[in-house]
């Protein structure tokens, strides 16, 4: 069996369950992001050389796929949609909360390039967050997205740009954004 079926061909796609529709539905933009952002992590892991955040990194790419698929499942298909528990939103909560709290690592916002592997990250993180706004479109014109989708995506940009600054801090890099200390930066996107 190949993986080109030639079904696509005339622009349409399935979704979960067999349901087809166009490939210029928001829903298929939708899923389609979090694939990219699948994607952008991957080589964001493969330029890391912290064995930590890659490792972590490539548990987030798992959980990434259910994240689509619930997206990619409509109500009205025969698969159930896949659920985004509170566990894994709390996960990501959790790794946020434990390099926030590493001495040094934030001290202002930073500048993207001074390191492959953070830049990767960081190029992730505008990813997420287009995959963010999309969602939140989708839940605007009334599609049933689970609430842990949007929280799971928006903690998971958090957690993205502090991957970058980690990652800075422990080889000693400065990306910082400003080069004289100014007024305390504020933490808020």
Avoid at 25 to 46: F, H, Q
Avoid at 68 to 85: C, D, F, L, R, Y
Avoid at 89 to 100: F, Q
Wanted: with cysteine; net charge neutral.
């Amino acid at each position: 069996m190949s993986i080109s079926t030639k079904r696509g061909d005339g622009g349409q796609t399935g979704l979960a369950g067999g349901i087809r529709v166009s490939k210029a539905d928001p829903i298929v933009e939708t899923y389609g992001t979090i694939d990219e952002l699948i994607s952008a992590i991957g080589l964001a892991r493969a330029l890391c050389k912290d064995a930590d955040i890659s490792a972590l990194a490539k548990s987030i790419q798992r959980e990434l796929f259910r994240v689509g698929s619930a997206i990619a499942t409509p109500p009205q298909s025969p698969k159930p949609v896949p659920e985004i528990p509170d566990p894994l939103v709390d996960g990501l909560t959790a790794e946020v909360h434990r390099i926030e709290a590493m001495q040094g690592v934030l001290s202002d916002w930073s500048i993207p390039g001074e390191d492959p592997a953070s830049a990767a990250f960081d190029v992730a993180r505008t990813v997420c967050r287009r995959a963010e706004r999309l969602v939140v479109a989708q839940i605007d014109e009334g599609a049933p997205i689970q609430p842990n989708v949007l929280r799971y995506l928006n903690r998971l940009s958090d957690l993205l740009w502090l991957f970058g600054r980690l990652i800075e801090f422990r080889l000693g890099l400065d990306a910082k954004l400003r080069e004289n200390s100014g007024p305390r930066w504020s933490r808020a996107w």
